[in-house]
């Protein structure tokens, strides 16, 4: 674990800052091939925030990996990770309204196990 009390808590903030930069920009694309909404979305916004995702979340996995390790939350937010992202970088580019679905919802239920980590804490 981090022994300073201030790093933990600053990495969690920027993994979150990431996972609404990733999310949100695939959020308004998906939004956007419904027919919801006409914004445009910026796509160096998804990298940003998806490698500010990927460095925040393998420092706080190295900082407590036992923890998460046995964290049932934590393994299932991995495994929809994984087939988010495979999706997104795949089926997704088609941009019709069942991948838009399917992406809604994988990230969604990413987020949602994201948050259980907490509650699935020994």
């Known amino acids: 674990?981090?022994?300073?009390?201030?790093?933990?808590?600053?990495?969690?903030?920027?993994?979150?800052?990431?996972?609404?930069?990733l999310v949100g920009t695939i959020a308004l694309g998906d939004l956007k091939v419904?027919?919801?909404?006409?914004?445009?979305t910026p796509s160096n916004t998804l990298s940003i925030g998806l490698w500010l995702v990927i460095i925040t979340g393998i420092a706080m996995f190295l900082a407590d990996s036992e923890r998460y390790r046995a964290n049932p939350a934590f393994?299932?937010?991995?495994?929809?990770?994984?087939?988010?992202?495979?999706?997104?970088y795949t089926i997704?580019?088609?941009?019709?309204?069942?991948?838009?679905?399917?992406?809604?919802?994988?990230?969604?239920?990413?987020?949602?196990?994201?948050?259980a980590i907490i509650d699935f804490d020994a």
């Open 1 to 21: 674990m981090i022994e300073n009390t201030w790093a933990f808590p600053a990495l969690e903030a920027l993994h979150v800052v990431g996972l609404a930069l």
């Open 34 to 40: 419904l027919g919801i909404t006409a914004a445009a």
């Open 75 to 88: 393994l299932l937010k991995m495994g929809i990770l994984v087939v988010a992202l495979l999706s997104h």
């Open 92 to 115: 997704h580019k088609r941009e019709t309204r069942t991948t838009a679905v399917l992406s809604l919802a994988l990230w969604t239920f990413t987020v949602v196990a994201a948050r």
